[in-house]
Each structure stands twice: as C-alpha cells, then as structure tokens.
C-alpha cells in the first residue's frame, strides 16, 4: 500500500515507478513517517492549474504549461516531454510525485537519502519533496532494490502500433450496436476517460467506471461539438473524438 493524502491520484504513474514507490514505503525507516502529497495528472488538468496561475486566478500556485515541450527532440523537432512530470506524457505516464512527513519521526533529507536508494531523486532545485525516477534521458539506479534482488524491467515499453489500430478498430465497430453509456465498467469507459482528457475535458482519475460525473462529460464534449447532448457515446461521439475536428 502507497500512502497517501486524500485525493492523490496515482492511477497514472509508470508501473517500474509503483514498484520503486511499493518498495520505498514498505522500508521500515520511510513507513508511518512518509505520504505522498501529490500525485499524477491528466493534460486537462495541469492545463486548468497552469490556466489559474496565468490568469492570477485566487489560490492557483506556480504550474508548468502543460504544452511546454523539453528534454531530447522527437523527430517532429519537439521534446518528447511535455509540461510537468506530474503530468500524463505521451507514452501515457506520469513521472513524479511529492512527499510530504507524518509528524517529526524523519528529517527531510534523510528521506531524500532513502528515496535515492530507491532511485528517486529530488529534480527540482529547492523542492525536496518532488521525486521522479528518472530523468529526461534515464532511469535513475534504485540499487536498494537490486541489493535486494528486485529485478526491474529495464527496457522501456515498445509500442505495438498495429495492435492499438486493431484494438480502436475493434472498439469502433463494438460502439455501432452497443454505446457506451452510464452504469458500465469496463476498459474501454478507461479509453475513453483518456481520450477526453487529451482532449481538455478532465475525467479525474482512470478508473474504468462511467457514472454521473462521466455522462456530464460526455455531454459536455457533446455541446462544445454541436452533436446530440445525451451523454451517451454512440458511433458519432466516438468518431467525432478520433477525427481530425479540433476541439474549438
Ligand atoms: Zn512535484
């Protein structure tokens, strides 16, 4: 179990990072002493706080713009990374999470000394709560995990392109007779969730479940699109998701 203050979501976060993150709060120095404070974020939601901040909105702190593009050139000539790495990346992942103490049993920097073991570091210079497990170009070693006999996937995920196609293929053809709608669960409500958030209409945390907060999405999409508003995602939603319309 990661702990947690309320309301973080880690529903986004690289897997080889839950491990590090598993391992790191199962250690008997870090546990009961250390949460995390905050977690992942989809793109419409770094762009709501970035948004705030620009706008010098009340209560809005300092946020990256979720558009910014760094780290090492894709070969469209832009950062394969984009805005913070709390936030979904392209890959889908998120890199980062803030730590905060339980009370006075750890001092900060002794938990910037375990983290490290672990392969977390601190990136950002005066913020000794931001942990990410890697830079834009590598993974940071974790060897307390590999004293430990952990063996972690060092390859990076490949993309299977022509399975995604297949598989948008088939969710495409199955919404014709059976639309997604209130009450399901399921992965392609997951999809979905995804889609609209890289779309600018924020789902919240990637739970696979469409309920009330869900069907007000949908029809929010519905009515900045000019389609049917009934909440429900029939082949034109869907298409209209996936086409080449923008947004506005
Ligand atoms: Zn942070």
Redesign the pocket.
């Known amino acids: 179990m990661i702990p947690t203050k309320k309301n973080v979501d880690l529903s986004l976060l690289h897997p080889r990072f839950v491990k590090r993150l598993e391992a790191f709060f199962g250690d008997p120095r870090i546990s009961g002493r250390v949460r995390i404070t905050?977690g992942c974020r989809t793109y419409a939601k770094q762009k709501y706080f970035y948004d705030g901040y620009k706008n010098r909105k009340a209560g809005f702190n300092l946020a990256a713009n979720p558009d910014r593009r760094h780290g090492p050139k894709a070969l469209n000539g832009v950062g394969i990374w984009r805005g913070?790495?709390?936030m979904e990346q392209d890959d889908g992942f998120c890199y980062?999470?803030?730590f905060g103490l339980c009370g006075n049993g750890i001092k900060k920097w002794e938990v910037n000394n375990i983290a490290k073991e672990y392969g977390m570091h601190p990136t950002?210079k005066g913020?000794w709560?931001?942990?990410?497990p890697r830079k834009s170009t590598e993974w940071f070693d974790a060897p307390a995990l590999a004293h430990a006999g952990v063996k972690e996937e060092v390859k990076e995920p490949v993309m299977d392109w022509a399975a995604l196609l297949r598989y948008h293929a088939v969710l495409t053809a199955e919404i014709r007779t059976n639309p997604i709608r209130r009450k399901e669960r399921s992965d392609r409500v997951k999809v979905l969730q995804r889609r609209l958030g890289a779309l600018g209409i924020d789902c919240g945390k990637i739970d696979g479940i469409f309920g009330w907060g869900m069907k007000h999405k949908v029809r929010k999409f519905q009515r900045i699109n000019r389609l049917t508003v009934d909440g429900i995602v029939g082949p034109g939603t869907w298409g209209e998701m996936w086409g080449d319309e923008p947004l506005s």
């Open positions: 905050s913070s790495w709390h980062a999470v803030d950002v913020e709560w931001h942990h990410q």
